[in-house]
């Protein structure tokens, strides 16, 4: 079957412009969480959606940092006026909701270069 | 707090040796602890979980870990490498909350020579 897809596998971009991640999680996966990893600080989680519920956007660094979800599949990550610090793989995930035993599957990444 | 701890930024093992990458753990309650692997330029890759029961894991690729309670460590194992497991590992353990977002520690690059 397949996996966690995102899109695009790369994106370059020029400081102050507005990038667009997008996520397809496995089917009939109802939780999706987005995740960045960067040189200085690793892997971190940024936000996570579950079903119809509000989304936790707790690990969001910045008010420029924004994620929806629609009908409970595809999700997009917006950032807004790119800073180079913003520079790194994006990581989607994504797990059914029976507990929260389940696994989390990912996604290969969008990497996020901002000149 | 809750962390993951991963002491050694490499590994370097022969082919056919057998391997250890280490991690350590800080979590309230019972832990959920997962191994991923990372090859270049790839997403994570699932290889095992310790959520309870046995102490000794197995998953993918011939790997085992080992969750030991009182030391709060689930170190990564494999009786015999391959220069294919040459990889960048992540250790990770569940949040105490609703999300269940993991926590990673910081990756150790495991570097097997032939």
């Known amino acids: 079957g397949a996996g966690v897809s995102q899109s695009p596998s790369n994106k370059v971009t020029e400081k102050g412009k507005d990038v667009e991640l997008r996520c397809d999680p496995i089917?009939?996966?109802?939780?999706l969480y987005w995740y960045r990893q960067s040189l200085g600080q690793g892997l971190e989680f940024l936000i996570y959606?579950?079903?119809?519920?509000?989304?936790?956007k707790s690990g969001l660094p910045s008010d420029r940092f924004s994620a929806e979800r629609t009908g409970g599949s595809v999700s997009t990550l917006t950032i807004q006026r790119t800073q180079q610090e913003d520079s790194a793989v994006y990581l989607c995930?994504?797990?059914?909701?029976?507990?929260?035993?389940?696994?989390?599957?990912f996604g290969p990444g969008t990497r996020l270069t901002v000149l | 707090a809750q962390s993951v701890a991963q002491p050694e930024d490499q590994v370097n093992v022969a082919e056919g040796n057998p391997l250890t990458v280490k991690c350590t753990y800080s979590v309230s309650g019972n832990p959920y602890l997962f191994w991923y692997v990372q090859y270049p330029n790839r997403g994570l890759q699932f290889l095992l979980k310790y959520i309870t029961g046995d102490n000794l894991v197995k998953g993918s690729y011939g790997f085992e870990a080992e969750f030991n309670k009182s030391q709060t460590s689930f170190h990564l194992k494999k009786p015999s490498a391959l220069v294919s497991d040459s990889a960048l590992y992540f250790c990770?353990?569940?949040?105490?909350?609703?999300?269940?977002?993991?926590?990673f520690g910081q990756g150790t690059t495991l570097q097997v020579k032939p």
């Open positions: 995930a994504s797990r059914p909701w029976t507990s929260g035993r389940d696994t989390q599957y």
């Open positions: 959606f579950q079903g119809n519920s509000a989304p936790d």
């Open positions: 089917s009939g996966h109802t939780a």
């Open positions: 990770a353990v569940r949040a105490s909350s609703n999300t269940g977002k993991l926590i």
